[in-house]
């Protein structure tokens, strides 16, 4: 009798254990880029990019272009043309949360 009160608690714990999301869902816990690129990227050939910022997950931030050919390039945060990239997204994005 204890012996399956045992395997019923047991069996409870791992299905509610598997079903939580440590961190949150989309958390990684990892750097993304692992190679930078510093070259400069025409405008035309943006489509998007995202701003990953420092924390616990990767000590640096991480600036990812997504590229009309549908690539994906991690840019090197240090180099002068992507921080006058990062200002301007910032600029505009608190343009827009005035609004």
Known sequence: MRFF?????????LLLTSAIQPLGKGYNSHC???KLESRVIPQHSLRSVEIL???????NTEV???LVSGEKI???????WVKKLIQF???KQ???QKA
């Open 74 to 80: 991690c840019l090197n945060p240090q180099t002068t």
């Open 89 to 91: 997204i910032e600029k």
């Open 94 to 96: 608190r343009v827009i």
């Open 32 to 34: 993304r880029c692992l």
């Open 64 to 66: 990812i272009a997504g």
């Open 53 to 59: 910022p420092r924390g616990s997950h990767c000590k």
């Open 5 to 13: 009160l045992l395997l019923a608690l047991m069996t409870v714990t």
